[in-house]
């Protein structure tokens, strides 16, 4: 089968296009045929090697498709279906964990099941997970005009939040407002200042921060006391280590980086999460703008347009 490999951790030019044998599914998984694969920022984690991974391997994690046989006989061939934790989904066919996957409605778009479930449970757990979202909470954003900031923006004010989101263009900043955003602030030295100003200089509840190094200081300046920084990304690098007394200074904030699979760590509690966000898709809750699809062998562009930011919403490949 035609599939995106890496042999070796580097940058977009070591997603090599090759031909693999097809995957073998244990008692536990299904085979299935891929028609889209998500591409998200844990990719860049896996391909650098941030994140850990034995060379060589297919990356990407998410996508949907039609189930091709299922040893169980539990899940009829032709099914279709979506997942978000199926490593090695840049290829003509994955195994994916029976436990790990959900069918699709009629009514959603195929490039848009292949790339809810990661971003939008993401958004879900940031939101319903790691704090319980109040109305009336106040959030600074980074990376708003995201995969995961256009989902988190619309559920927070769902919620009843109020969104302070931070974008790097015009383009970006109108997806920002159209997903629900109060206000929209581009990224600064004074950015946290303009914050708290906009806040009656008090600081945000909480602060979801998608970009990491670049923007971490600032995320701990522009929190209220006792508020919350959540880092959930790194898509400027990984923040360097510091002092926890530094958390004393900006009034006894707390800080969690958490991740998906900490906060679907159970069957029960993926499900739940699962079905918040197809069923969000399906009311109209949840609008995932998705970019124009690339070809599975131009997973190199996808990269590196991901990381140069000049994607906005949802990237997906089109593998059949």
């Given amino acids: 089968m035609k599939a995106i490999q890496i042999s070796q951790h580097g940058g977009p030019e070591v997603l090599v296009p090759a031909e693999v044998p097809d995957p073998q599914p244990t008692d536990g998984q299904l085979l299935v045929a891929v028609e889209y694969a998500g591409v998200n920022y844990i990719d860049t984690y896996y391909r650098e090697g941030t994140y850990h991974s034995q060379l060589p391997f297919i990356p990407g ?107 790097s263009t015009d383009e970006k900043e109108e997806l920002a407002y159209a997903a629900g955003a109060t206000e929209v602030f581009r990224y ?72 998906i699979g900490a906060y679907t760590a159970s069957e029960d509690e993926f499900r739940m999460r699962a079905q918040a966000v197809v069923r969000a898709v399906e009311d109209g809750t949840l609008n995932i703008r998705v970019h124009e699809p690339y070809a599975l062998e131009d997973a190199r562009q996808a990269h590196e347009d991901l990381q140069a930011r000049k994607t906005a919403g949802s990237i997906v490949l089109k593998v059949t």
Avoid at 207 to 223: C, H, N, R
Wanted: charge should be negative; aromatic fraction near 6%.
């Fill in 61 to 167: 994690q998410e996508g949907c498709g039609r189930v091709i046989v299922d040893p169980a006989d539990e899940i009829a061939p032709g099914t279709f279906v979506a997942w978000e934790s199926a490593p090695g989904s840049y290829a003509e066919k994955v195994c994916v964990d029976r436990t790990r996957l959900v069918a699709v409605p009629q009514s959603i778009p195929h490039d848009v099941a292949a790339s809810m479930l990661l971003q939008g449970i993401t958004a879900h757990y940031l939101l319903h997970g790691v704090r319980e979202t109040q109305a009336g909470d106040t959030i600074l954003l980074t990376a708003g005009a995201g995969g995961v900031g256009l989902l988190l923006t619309q559920l927070a004010v769902a919620a009843g939040a109020t969104v302070f989101s931070v974008v």
């Fill in 188 to 259: 600064s030295e004074g950015l946290a200042e303009s914050v708290r100003r906009r806040c009656g200089g008090r600081g945000v509840d909480v602060v979801y921060d998608g970009v990491g190094k670049e923007t971490f200081q600032e995320s701990l300046e522009a929190v209220r006391p006792r508020g919350l920084v959540c880092l959930f990304g790194a898509a400027s690098g990984p923040v360097e280590p510091f002092d926890p007394q530094l958390l004393n200074k900006h009034g006894s904030i707390f800080l969690t980086r958490p991740s």
